[in-house]
């Protein structure tokens, strides 16, 4: 069956530092990928998407993403954290049947040190 | 900014009553889902609607049923709560389904605690 999996449930950086979150899924047909973000007592909303195309994908607030197909990973990076990006991140895959639900990562917290 | 609006956002309540989750959505989406997120856990589908009068059960088995008889409004009843479904429920909707490449937009969430 299709999975996700999101490596580290919390990742802590400095202001300023990279932002790597790391994504992989299993599936044996290229998926739609997302990544969405949760802020402190909000819904999910979406960052990043990618369907076809290009492989780097660019987001929202400086955000991007690479699709490797040969590693089945679609990591999270971020040149520069900022204080407003602590959040808990959610990958997400598009299942193998093609049906119409998505399948979520177990999220991961990022915190983000002044 | 998602038009899409979950009551109530906190409830407390006790071991057997009835409750209802309200979700509503101003974009005339067809699609609206229903997840349910623990700490540390991924999000669970429970229900899916594809539109007025349409409802499925999600991939994680849930004793809360749902109606569809608006397109803007899909709330979720749990007729006897117990401990067991305390949770936060995600109500979502999109226009496009979202296994297909499509964008859900989120509520705010229901966090239910059951005593």
């Known amino acids: 069956a299709q999975s996700v999996t999101q490596l580290g449930s919390h990742v802590s950086v400095s202001e300023g530092a990279l932002v790597l979150l790391r994504c992989n899924y299993s599936s044996s047909v290229p998926p739609y990928l997302f990544w969405y973000v949760q802020y402190p007592n909000q819904g999910l909303q979406l960052l990043l998407k990618y369907t076809t195309g290009a492989t780097l994908v660019k987001g929202i607030n400086g955000f991007e993403a690479e699709f490797k197909k040969s590693e089945t990973s679609f990591h999270l990076t971020k040149p520069s954290a900022h204080m407003s990006d602590a959040a808990e991140y959610f990958c997400a895959v598009s299942p193998e049947d093609s049906s119409y639900k998505l399948i979520f990562g177990s999220g991961t917290r990022l915190l983000v040190r002044p | ?115």
């Not at chain 2, 229903?34 to 849930?62: A, C, F, R």
């Not at chain 2, 979502?92 to 490449?101: C, D, L, P, Q, Y």
């Open chain 2, 1 to 115: 900014e998602a038009d899409i609006y979950q009551t109530p956002r906190y409830l407390v309540i006790g071991t057997g009553k009835k409750i209802t989750l309200e979700c509503s959505q101003t974009m005339g989406h067809d699609k609206m889902y229903w997840y349910q997120q623990d700490p540390g856990m991924e999000l669970h589908l429970i229900h899916y609607s594809y539109g007025v009068n349409s409802t499925e059960k999600g991939d994680l088995s849930s004793e809360s049923t749902v109606s569809r008889i608006r397109t803007e409004h899909f709330p979720l009843t749990l007729e006897s709560a117990r401990p067991s479904h305390t949770s936060q429920y995600l109500c979502a909707s999109s226009e496009v389904a979202g296994g297909h490449g499509g964008e859900l937009f989120f509520g705010e969430g229901s966090r239910l605690t059951v005593l």
